[in-house]
Nanobody
Framework: QVQLVESGGGLVQAGGSLTLSCATS????????LGWFRQAPGKEREFVAA????????WSADSVKGRFTISRDNDKSTVYLQMNSLKPEDTAVYYC?????????????????WGQGTQVTVSP
């Protein structure tokens, strides 16, 4: 049974930092790609960052480039999202997801499994 469990969300002031974790189970990660997405109220789910588990190659959205870093821990089967210099517009529910193919990493429709999400709120 595939499970993705996010944690680490919370309330932080603008300029602060948070680290989100996504613990995975039931997956053979070596040929998988993990992504972080976020969804603010009234908005569509948007791509934040993704990482190819085997190579560690990573991609991020322009809106978070230079502020957010995606990484993974093979021993813990966990992917992380380090978020620095947070802004109020980063407020959203953050989800991790997994897909097989390396293509279409930015499109949530191509991801097979999703976590339940963790709320991140950035106050001005």
């Amino acid at each position: 049974q595939v499970q993705l469990v996010e944690s680490g969300g919370g309330l932080v002031q603008a300029g602060g930092s948070l680290t989100l974790s996504c613990a995975t189970s039931g997956l053979t990660l070596n040929m998988k790609n993990l992504g972080w997405f976020r969804q603010a109220p009234g908005k569509e789910r948007e791509f934040v960052a993704a990482i190819a588990w085997r190579t560690g190659n990573a991609w991020s959205a322009d809106s978070v480039k230079g502020r957010f870093t995606i990484s993974r821990d093979n021993d813990k089967s966990t992917v992380y999202l380090q978020m620095n210099s947070l802004k109020p517009e980063d407020t959203a529910v953050y989800y991790c997801a997994v897909k097989s193919a390396l293509l279409d990493l930015r499109d949530p429709d191509y991801y097979s499994y999703w976590g339940q999400g963790t709320q991140v709120t950035v106050s001005p």
